[in-house]
């Protein structure tokens, strides 16, 4: 799985980690059983703090995402219904998808369109309670 | 002493004659995070370095490293071998060759890792045999490195690691770092490069003229810190730069940008009451973090 | 392993030093070869004092150039701060370096002595252990003076130019001054044997000063521990 990480945008890395592991899990990138890479190998792979690893993880087994096994490693765990709302994921991105190419075609830039989602979210994700 | 921490300073200074160096530092640095020093050249960061492994004397206030007394030259001595430390310039003994280098060091460390040796010597591709006077900077930098990251002490001080190192270097460099933390090792580093800091610090701490101005988690710093720019119709009101969370209020036209620490979205509402046209609220990387409180400063 | 690097840093000056010294007394060797016997005894003695005269020289030279170096010299080609951070304390620092250093320069002050007695005798020179003897402990007991002068110089003086011309200048200085002045205290006197030549045997006569080595030594330790002191306080 490839995670792309911004280190300089509004968000804590570990959240952009748990994000788009999200992201991949309702989508069926990642299924369930699959094996994340350890905490160290992640780390290094990334080239971020090992504690931001341990933070996103532990985030992802709080949400219930993620099983950590003391010896063999981080499990996903993508339930039924996860697993039928890659469904929906898949289609509310195709809408996503139209709307981005249309206001694209009328000339808006990739940062007015990021702008302007990042508007309409800003008040859900400043209000993200702490750990 | 606080065991949590790795390095705690109290009121730590420095005074070169008028001038202060160090100037009443209050430094925290936890154990097995990654913690940067950020600070223009001449802000202190060297000198705080020295003062801490007893290189260079204390003016007033003290320290303690990993639960040792800095000022007391008996503790230093001994806090010293639990500590591996790469100094800015990076210059070792000039009449030595690589290996003879690597076995003296060896000689006087009890946590030296044989196995990380001989993986960062091949990886490095320095010649044991080659005298140190004739290396290239960059494999004196390699070869510096390979010696602290050969062993795994409780901490790791790097004054400016990355410099003088190409690209691919430096991501070996933060992958070696990433790794010993990994393994428990506390990193301390001191950097001018912001891009490697945002990268892999746990937390951040920086320092301008002898002062720390900012000790914050980054991860809180990306949560908190925002920019609101807010256009107006008409020259914008005045706005009272001492409210809670502003830092910083600049006006420029009819343009008002405020950097706001904490409670992004009550500045922002505070903000609407100025009716502005129009309100914008972006994220603040730690470049422009560093650029606004060492200015201000 | 602070021996091995503190052997490192002075292994060749000390090589160098070696092969000058050995080098005069083959010289010495040489010309004695060329005396023609049986007046041969003084002229043979006088020789020998002054070829012992031309190594004392350049045994106190190089002795200064050995004492050069050390953490203060370190901070000017930027290896202090490794030095430093190292878990060793300043004391064991320094005194390893003095030990070093003092063991080196006994070395290339009695190898030469050994050198000359030892092709004396195969050639049958009227060489006496007594007078090699007496030459050999006032040029290293009495030189040590000269040594730690310039260990001290080069922990107070930064910069490697600067210190050995202050060290070199100090040992002419007071090589000079003194004579005009105090010459019983002269120290090139005492470490030349001057003061118990018989100029008519040009042999060493006279009781082994012990005081003389034990003032010597004594200044030597004070000036060590000196340097010890300076280096326990300065900053890098």
């Not at chain 3, 210190?163 to 000079?176: D, E, K, Q, R, Y």
Request: hydrophobic content about 45%.
């Amino acid at each position: 799985m490839i995670l792309k990480l911004n280190p300089s945008a509004g968000h804590p890395v570990y959240s952009q980690i748990v994000q788009q592991v999200k992201h991949a899990i309702e989508t069926g990138v990642l299924r369930d059983g699959d094996l994340l890479p350890g905490v160290r190998t992640l780390a290094q792979e990334l080239v971020v703090s090992p504690n931001t690893v341990v933070k996103a993880y532990s985030k992802l087994e709080h949400a219930g995402l993620l099983e950590i096994r003391q010896g063999s490693g981080a499990y996903i765990v993508a339930k039924r219904r996860v697993r039928s709302r890659a469904e929906q994921t898949r289609a509310a991105q195709a809408r996503v998808q139209i709307l981005v190419r249309g206001l694209l075609a009328e000339g808006f830039s990739d940062e007015e369109i990021h702008r302007m989602f990042a508007a309409e979210l800003f008040y859900d994700v400043s209000c993200e309670k702490r750990p | 002493m606080n065991d949590e921490m790795a390095i705690e300073t109290h009121e730590l200074t420095r005074r070169y004659g008028d001038t202060l160096a160090v100037s009443h530092l209050n430094l925290r640095v936890p154990r097995r995070q990654v913690t940067a020093f950020l600070g223009r050249n001449g802000a202190g960061k060297s000198t705080t370095i020295k003062m801490l492994l007893g290189i260079t004397s204390i003016t007033s206030g003290g320290g303690s490293v990993l639960g040792r007394a800095i000022q007391d030259p008996a503790q230093n001595c001994q806090l010293r071998r639990d500590v591996a430390y790469v100094a800015e310039d990076k210059r070792l003994y000039s009449y030595m060759t690589v290996e003879q280098i690597i076995r003296f060091t060896r000689s006087l460390y009890q946590d030296w890792q044989p196995a990380a040796e001989a993986r960062l010597l091949k990886q490095f591709r320095l010649p044991p045999r080659q005298k140190i006077k004739s290396l290239s900077k960059g494999m004196r930098t390699k070869l510096a490195l390979l010696l602290a990251f050969s062993r795994r002490p409780e901490l790791l001080i790097l004054d400016e690691p990355s410099e003088g190192l190409d690209p691919v270097s430096i991501e070996e460099l933060l992958q070696e770092i990433v790794g010993a933390v990994a393994n428990g090792v506390t990193v301390f580093f001191s950097s001018h490069q912001i891009a490697e800091v945002e990268r892999i610090a746990d937390r951040v701490c920086i320092l301008d003229q002898g002062a720390l101005l900012v000790d914050a988690c980054l991860d809180d710093i990306r949560r908190e810190y925002r920019r609101i720019t807010l256009s107006f119709y008409a020259p914008p009101p005045k706005v009272n730069p001492s409210l809670p969370g502003i830092k910083q209020v600049r006006i420029s036209g009819r343009q008002m940008t405020l950097l706001a620490t904490e409670n992004a979205n009550a500045v922002a509402e505070l903000a609407l009451d100025l009716h502005p046209a129009s309100i914008e609220v972006t994220p603040v990387g730690l470049r422009e973090v560093f650029l606004e409180t060492v200015r201000e400063n | 392993m602070l021996w091995y690097k503190a052997w490192l840093e002075t292994r060749s000056r000390f090589a160098a030093s070696l092969v000058t010294l050995t080098l005069v007394c083959g010289l010495f060797v040489h010309h004695a070869l060329t005396m023609i016997r049986p007046t041969w005894t003084v002229d043979f003695n006088r020789l020998l004092y002054i070829t012992q005269e031309f190594l004392a020289l350049l045994w106190i030279l190089s002795a200064v150039l050995l004492g050069m170096g050390g953490i203060v010299y370190e901070k000017a080609v930027g290896t202090s701060g490794l030095t430093l951070s190292l878990p060793v304390s300043r004391v064991r620092l320094q005194s390893v370096r003095i030990t070093v250093g003092v063991l080196e320069a006994a070395a290339f002050g009695l190898i030469p002595w050994l050198t000359i007695l030892a092709v004396s005798w195969r050639a049958r020179m009227p060489l006496v252990l007594a007078q090699v003897a007496f030459y050999a402990a006032l040029l290293v007991g009495g030189g040590l003076v000269y040594y730690a002068m310039a260990v001290l110089v080069s922990t107070v003086v930064e910069g490697a130019y600067s210190s050995t011309a202050i060290a070199i200048g100090l040992v002419f200085v007071t090589t000079v001054a003194l004579d005009s002045w105090f010459r019983q205290l002269n120290l090139w006197r005492f470490v030349t044997g001057n003061f118990y030549l018989d100029v008519h045997t040009f042999l060493l006569t006279g009781h082994f000063p012990w005081l003389g080595m034990l003032v010597c030594l004594g200044v030597a330790a004070l000036m060590f521990v000196a340097s010890l002191l300076v280096i326990l306080r300065r900053d890098f």
